[in-house]
């Protein structure tokens, strides 16, 4: 049975970076079946998905364009977890954030969420 | 980047049969049969209940029901039950530039 647990801070200041991490476990985050995602959801915003990391013989990451320019995902194989970066942040950027095992864009498996509030 | 456009809300009696809508474009929805149905309870993490359009996840009863007609797709939710109370969103594959993107969600409600 996949399980996602995620942990990062739950607070962050404007202009600083979040960080999360996704420890994966039952699953390879080498998998070739997989993609890796990091997906928000604020009142605002609805749920919006943020990006991915995956293996198909070698690494491939992919952004939202809303974010494209300040996050990062990042797959740690040695401890098989994924990260979420995110720079510059703002209030906007304040959200309960997922971490989510896909297939074909059928997102089956979630992490028990974050809530990151940005605020000095 | 729009979201994928849902009703706000939708209900109907136990019993009944609800119907809700997803309405993208031909970029995304229309383009590939890559749509997703989630099923979200307060405070609780959303669950797929529908991928691939129609196919249903082991487990998931056969009340929740998916399709797609040009740039709509929409899930059909049978004999309405008090636990499907929840708020619903759709999710649909959108090329190499948008990716993917979610419904604004639809708030359904058990009468």
């Known amino acids: 049975q996949v399980q996602l647990q995620q942990s990062g801070a739950g607070l962050v200041k404007p202009s600083q970076t979040l960080s999360l991490t996704c420890a994966i476990s039952?699953?390879?985050?080498?998998?070739?079946?997989?993609?890796w995602n990091w997906i928000r959801q604020s009142p605002s915003r609805g749920l919006e998905w943020l990006g991915r990391t995956y293996y198909r013989s070698k690494w491939y990451n992919e952004y939202a364009v809303s974010v494209k320019s300040r996050i990062s995902i990042n797959p740690d194989t040695s401890k098989n977890q994924f990260s979420l970066q995110l720079d510059s942040v703002t209030p906007e950027d304040t959200a309960l954030y997922y971490c989510?095992?896909?297939?074909?864009?059928?997102?089956?498996?979630w992490g028990q969420g974050t809530v990151v509030t940005v605020s000095s | 980047q729009a979201a994928l456009t849902q009703p706000p809300s939708a209900s109907g009696s136990p019993g009944q049969s609800v119907t809700i809508s997803c309405t993208g474009t031909s970029s995304d929805v229309g383009g590939y049969n890559y749509v997703s149905w989630y099923q979200q309870h307060p405070g609780k993490a959303p669950k797929l209940i529908i991928y691939e359009v129609t196919k249903r996840p082991s487990g998931v009863p056969d009340r929740f029901s998916g399709s797609k007609s040009g740039n709509t797709a929409s899930l059909t939710v049978s004999g309405l039950q008090a636990e499907d109370e929840a708020d619903y969103y759709c999710c649909s594959s959108a090329g190499n530039i948008n990716f993917g993107m979610f419904g604004r969600g639809t708030r359904l409600t058990v009468l």
């Open positions: 989510a095992r896909a297939a074909y864009w059928a997102f089956a498996i």
């Open positions: 039952g699953d390879s985050v080498s998998s070739n079946s997989a993609t």
